[in-house]
């Protein structure tokens, strides 16, 4: 994570999470995430993204380009995986993103990305408070957000 990254960030996001563009200028815009049953896990990743499924997952237009995506962490365990889907929904699995964190924020370079739709998803799990016994349970949390790259700018 360069100090352009983290400038950038900060500057847009502050506690939000950003998809940032790495270009001669990098530049961040906040995104919303969209709590979804179906990101609780790489194992429950959709077979098939429905155009139901990606109307939920709201969708915005980015231009095609080297992307890095940041947000806050307050849980254990986060996990990004980012996929390519087909025409027919099918996900092309693009594997894990590179990811660390760094300053309480999850850095998760998601690559190059070239024309076509994808689909972001986020898990983290939440700790309960110990009960009196010393010991709490972990809750999964998962959301996902589409994204339709177009050309570059």
């Known amino acids: 994570?360069?100090?352009?990254?983290?400038?950038?960030?900060?500057?847009?996001?502050?506690?939000?999470?950003?998809?940032?563009?790495?270009?001669?200028?990098?530049?961040c815009q906040p995104i919303s995430a969209v709590p979804r049953q179906l990101f609780t896990g790489a194992g429950s990743f959709p077979d098939r993204v429905t155009d139901q499924v990606w109307a939920e997952?709201?969708?915005?237009?980015?231009?095609?380009?080297?992307?890095?995506?940041?947000?806050?962490?307050?849980?254990?365990?986060?996990?990004v995986v980012f996929e390519g889907i087909s025409d027919g929904g099918f996900p092309a699995y693009r594997g894990p993103a590179v990811?660390?964190?760094?300053?309480?924020?999850?850095?998760?370079?998601?690559?190059p990305l070239g024309r076509g739709r994808y689909v972001a998803a986020v898990w983290d799990y939440s700790l309960s408070s110990a009960d009196t016994q010393g010991r709490?349970?972990?809750?999964?949390?998962?959301?996902?957000?589409?994204?339709i790259v177009g050309s570059a700018p």
């Open 1 to 27: 994570m360069s100090h352009e990254l983290w400038t950038a960030y900060l500057n847009r996001g502050g506690g939000e999470w950003c998809l940032c563009l790495l270009a001669a200028e990098i530049t």
């Open 57 to 79: 997952l709201s969708p915005i237009s980015i231009p095609a380009g080297r992307y890095v995506l940041a947000g806050p962490i307050a849980a254990v365990g986060p996990e």
């Open 99 to 111: 990811q660390m964190v760094a300053n309480g924020t999850l850095w998760a370079d998601i690559g």
């Open 136 to 147: 709490s349970t972990a809750e999964l949390h998962g959301w996902g957000r589409g994204f």
